[in-house]
C-alpha cells in the first residue's frame, strides 16, 4: 500500500508540525488519509507498535512519524512516539522539546519510562525523545530492557510509533521491526533511488514486523 504526502520541504523544523499548526490544511487532510488506511490495513489485528523508517537520510521520515503521531492523537486515540533514531535525533527539535533525558537514560538504567516520557500539549500525544545521542545504539535497542520497554508502554497506549534510523545505513532498524507489528517506509520523492527503495523493503521483509505500506512523501 502506497501513501502520498505532497509536504513540501519546510524552511524550518517549527513548521513540521503541519497536523497542529494548520489542521484544516491539504497537507494535513493527507495525513488524516494515511491514518485511515492504517487502521483499515490492519483490521483484524490491530498494529500496535510501528517503525517508521526510510532507506537514507534526509528523506522526511521523522517528520512524516512526528506528523502521522499528532493525526492520530487528534482522533482520540492515546499515542506514544518514540524517537528511536539515535544517531541523528529530531523529534524534540520538531516539538520543541528538551532532551537531555530520553530514551538511552531509561535503557542505560538512569531513568524509568515514566520519568522520561513528555507530554506534547497536543491531545493525547505523548513523546519519549531519544535523549542524549550514545556511543553504542544498536546495543542499547537490542537489549532487554528495550524488548521490556515496547511490551510496557504497549499497556499503556493505543498506539506506539518508532521514529528509527535509516534502514539501509544502519542495523538499528531491523533489530527494532523484529520487535514491532509493522513498519512503515518512508521513500522521497525526489530524493529515494529506485533500487534504494526496493533494497529497503527487501531487507524489512527479512524481519517479523510486516510492511503496512510506504509513503511516497514530497510528491508535488
Known sequence: MVFKNRRKRDKGKNESLVTHTVPNSKVAEEY????????FSSVNSKDKTIVITSPRFGEGKSTVAANLAVSIAQQGEKVLLIDADLRKP??????QLENTIGLTNVLSGEKVMEG??????????????????????????????????????????????????????VADTSILADRCDGALLVINY??????????????LSFTK???????????V
Do not use: C, W
Request: no cysteine; net charge neutral.
Open 32 to 39: 488524516r488519509t494515511i491514518r485511515t488506511n492504517l487502521q
Open 90 to 95: 529530531a523529534i524534540h527539535e520538531i516539538f
Open 190 to 203: 525526489n530524493h529515494t533511488m529506485n533500487e534504494d527503495a526496493i533494497e529497503a523493503k527487501r531487507i
Open 209 to 219: 514486523g510486516k510492511l503496512v505500506g510506504a509513503i511516497l512523501n514530497n510528491k
Open 116 to 169: 522520561a516520557v513528555k507530554k506534547t500539549g497536543i491531545g493525547r500525544l505523548h513523546v519519549l525523545t531519544s535523549g542524549p545521542v550514545p556511543f553504542n545504539p544498536a546495543e542499547l535497542l537490542s537489549s532487554v530492557v528495550m524488548e521490556t520497554l515496547i511490551q510496557k508502554v504497549m499497556e499503556q497506549y493505543d498506539i506506539i510509533l518508532i521514529d528509527s534510523p535509516p534502514i539501509l545505513e
